[in-house]
């Protein structure tokens, strides 16, 4: 947004925005809350206001509270005025969904990816979008952004791939290359772990919170930090790369980037199901009817195996490797929540009681009691969710929507 608008135009976009933005956050809003509001005169609001009224893109709701005089008609953002694309992308994997301007998920699709050649994934990407607009019959000219979640190291700026193990790319302009693909709707790139962290925050356990750190533990170990309500990403954003922490200076497990005693390497979601298979005796897998070649983690959620000693040991080792990250981490950052997220969380309590215990014996004892560890318990994907967010953003701070 121009702080200078010089010329009536600009002044006329600017004041347009300023409206929209502010029935989008505080809307049901009456026009002399708008003009209060925004600081513009109420004629100003009302000439804009009818405009976006005879557009579609706002909705008269009924009558607010009276202050003396007639009850005001209350003002909405309409949710369908635009749509949104959002994308979750990872190694085997795409999750996409179409999600209307008010957070609500007109449809999603699932898609394994065989391949990790960076045109083959935009392409089905692309046609994972192309099923969407099919399938909830949406106008396409009304979808107006697309958000995109990923591992790896990200220049969110020029959406740029910079370097992923976990998809085994190095400099892939993704945003670029999707937006071509998407009909020349512009990609907001973001790191996947980022983008949950600012969904928790937004929709989440992190609601109210303004310091917080979402933990991604799936196969691939990733942090997002929310620190004074923003997502911190560091100089280049590539922040929260705390899976390629080294824990075990003098050897460890081979991490997928090359290393070796990564947390990745050990607290990995492959890395554990590849110990297990190592060290399980054979009965834990008969006795459970688990395939010991096909074991994956879903396996391990079944209670009755968590429960096994065999397995309680190696998800309290784990546990505590997490248990010293995060009290590094909080030593680092004093958060006031560390919220637990990805695949491995699911596992149980046994699991989260052991990041605690070790949280609590690693940090300093004034550091005791001040942060909340809890499970991320978002019903829909957080990284999915956080991908719509940043491209709502997006949408609502860019002039080229001029509406
Ligand atoms: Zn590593």
Redesign the pocket.
Known sequence: MKKNASNSKDVKTYNRILIRNIIRKLGPIARYELAKETGLTPPTVTVIVNEFIEDGIVHEVGFGESSGGRRPVMLELNSKAAFIFAVRLQRDEVVTALFDIGGNILNQNKRTLDTSVAEDVVEAVGNSYDWLIENTGIDKEKVLCCGLASPGLINTHRGLIQHS?NLKWDKVPLGAMLSKRLYGIPVHVENISNAAALAEKEYGSGRGYHDLIYLNLSVGIGAGFIIGGEIYGGTRGYAGEI??MTLMPDGGPE?????LG?L??ICGVRAITERMKRELPDWIFEEYGVNKIKLNMSDLFLPSIVETKEVRMILTEVGRWVGITVANLVSIFNPELIILGGELPKAGGNFIEAVVEEMNKSVLKEFVGTVKVVRSKMKEDPPLIGAYTLALEMLFSIEKWNL
């Not at 991490?255 to 290393?259: D, H, I, L, T």
Request: aromatic share 0%; proline share 0%.
């Open positions: 193990s899976g390629h991490c997928a980037c090359g290393r990564c990745e390497a």
